[in-house]
């Protein structure tokens, strides 16, 4: 167990409303990822933190914007959501384990843009 | 660019038996990291072993092991005494030392039958 967790777990929202999705971890690691999970696609990465206020894109951050003000906390925001945008959600923290970086992973977000 | 191949999308072994997952990447990198990760029913992803590729050892945790084969950049995982409990989704994934980008393959489906 990580200390990751994510807020809330399930939710089910309209096409064009806001949403933001919460990750927190207890253990103050330098590294956070937000990635979401669809049937074909495996976990791909979307956006991630390297400290406070640091963030960077990834390969599929169109659509989504990431804030990190503490380092406790990483916040995954949909502007105005579309139908392509249903999937699960994971949020990971790094850790330096046996002289190598090891991602580990939150319980997951299931989000459902109707 | 890194990508990362599996290319059996579901496989089942008895109980007891023994079961071998593929797995091919390929990347630029000279140095970088592989792990197998499972995600059962309940969707949390779970780390299952990790191989640093300048280790020519193959790495072993309990009932898990790996074949590493870094020329032909291959990396198979075999589970032994397969258990009912090991029935989940399992995902390889890559890692370079230059990003902190992990690079999922899109998942082996594995059912241990009793």
């Known amino acids: 167990d990580a200390g990751i967790t994510q807020s809330p777990r399930h939710k089910v929202t309209e096409t064009g409303t806001p949403v933001t999705l919460r990750c927190h971890q207890t253990e103050n690691h330098r590294y956070m990822y937000w990635y979401r999970q669809d049937p074909g696609h495996g976990l791909r990465l979307i956006h991630y933190?390297?400290?406070?206020?640091?963030?960077d894109k990834g390969e599929v951050s169109d659509g989504y914007s990431v804030s990190r003000s503490k380092t406790e906390d990483f916040l995954l925001t949909l502007e105005s959501a579309t139908s392509s945008q249903t999937s699960v959600y994971f949020c990971a923290i790094s850790i330096r384990d046996r002289s190598t970086d090891t991602q580990y992973f939150g319980p997951g977000t299931r989000l459902t843009v109707l | 660019a890194q990508t990362v191949t599996q290319s059996q999308p579901e496989m089942s072994v008895q109980e007891a038996e023994t079961v071998t997952l593929s797995c091919t990447y390929d990347?630029?990198?000279?140095?970088?990291?592989l792990f197998w990760y499972k995600q059962p029913p309940s969707r949390q992803m779970i780390l299952v072993i990790r191989?640093?590729?300048?280790?020519?050892q193959n790495a072993t945790e309990n009932r898990f092991s790996v074949n590493f084969q870094k020329a032909a950049k291959s990396f198979s995982l075999k589970i032994s005494d397969s258990q009912l409990g090991d029935t989940a989704m399992y995902f390889c994934?890559?890692?370079?030392?230059?990003?902190?980008?992990?690079?999922f393959g899109e998942g082996t489906q594995l059912t241990v039958n009793p």
């Open positions: 191989q640093e590729a300048y280790k020519q």
């Open positions: 990347t630029s990198e000279n140095n970088y990291y």
């Open positions: 933190s390297y400290g406070v206020k640091d963030t």
């Open positions: 994934a890559l890692v370079g030392t230059s990003g902190s980008r992990l690079t």
